[in-house]
C-alpha cells in the first residue's frame, strides 16, 4: 500500500487513455480468470469482491458484518458486472463495468486533490502511476 494524492482528472484520463486502459484490464481479469477459460465465474469474482473488504472494516477497525447481508451485497456486486445476467462475467462486461465504476468515483471526487491509501495492484494505483509517468515525459 501507499499514500497517493489523485483528483478526478487523473481517473478520467487513465480512463480515456485506451491503451492503458485496457492493458490494466487484461492484466486484472487474467489475473481473476484462475482457470484460464476466459470468463468469470461467481466464484473467482468473489475473491476479488472480499478482497475489497467494504463491510469488514469501520474507518480500519475490523468489524463482523451479517453474513447473509454481505452475501446479498456480493451478489448485487456480481449482478452489476453480468450485463446479460448468463451467470459469468466476461472480458468486456468486466471492463465496461469496471469504466463505469472509475467514471463514478472520478465524478464523486471533484478535482480537489486528495490524499488516498492505494492498493499497490488497484486501478487507482495504476492511474496515479499513469499520471506520473505522463507528467515527467511532458516536461522533459
Known sequence: MSVEVLDAATIFNFVEDE???NVSICDRF?????????????????KELQSLR?????YGI????D?????????????????DSNGTVDL????????QMMLAMANGMGFS???????????????VERESTTTRVTTV
Open 113 to 127: 486533490p486528495v490524499q488516498m491509501v492505494l492498493e499497490e495492484d488497484s486501478f487507482l494505483k495504476k492511474a
Open 92 to 99: 468486456e462486461e468486466f471492463k465496461e463495468e469496471t469504466k
Open 30 to 46: 487474467a489475473h481473476l480468470d484462475t482457470d484460464q477459460d476466459g470468463i468469470l465465474s461467481y466464484e473467482e469474482m468473489l
Open 62 to 65: 475490523d468489524v463482523k458484518p
Open 67 to 83: 453474513p447473509g447481508e454481505l452475501a446479498h451485497v456480493y451478489d448485487s456486486l456480481f449482478m452489476q458486472f453480468d450485463h
Open 19 to 21: 491503451e492503458a486502459f
Open 54 to 58: 467494504v463491510f469488514e472494516t469501520h
